[in-house]
Nanobody, 123 residues
């Protein structure tokens, strides 16, 4: 499985961005998916997750109500719509996938990772 993340950039506080993660090698019916982020000097942290059935989503408390995870099965692409962005959302965002059933917020439970895309929110 290969993952390619894109869509990061520079945005002002309160703005929006949509990240994309294109997958190859497996269809979504096999993959549990997630978004994580890592700010400078900090550990990688969970942002959002989507079970392979497409029906179960999970969010970190810090992004709940502002971010939405979704997917397009035909395009084998996952998205993270980020609204009302804050400076503390500044980080490199990574998409991740796993075929087994991960504990959705645990970094070590995901086997496949994209290369990361930088999101910078200016205050």
């Amino acid at each position: 499985v290969q993952l390619q993340a894109s869509g990061g950039g520079l945005v002002q506080t309160g703005g929006s961005l949509r990240l994309s993660c294109a997958a190859s090698g497996r269809s979504f019916s096999w993959l549990h998916m997630g978004w994580f982020r890592q700010a400078p000097g900090k550990e990688r942290e969970f942002v959002a997750a989507l079970r392979r059935n497409g029906g179960n989503t999970y969010y970190a408390d810090s992004v709940k109500g502002r971010f939405t995870i979704s997917r397009d099965a035909a395009k084998i692409t996952m998205y993270l719509q980020m609204n009302n962005l804050k400076p503390e959302d500044t980080a490199v965002y990574y998409c991740a996938a796993n075929e087994g059933y991960p504990i959705y917020y645990k970094v070590q439970d995901y086997s496949y990772w994209g290369q990361g895309t930088l999101v910078t929110v200016s205050g």
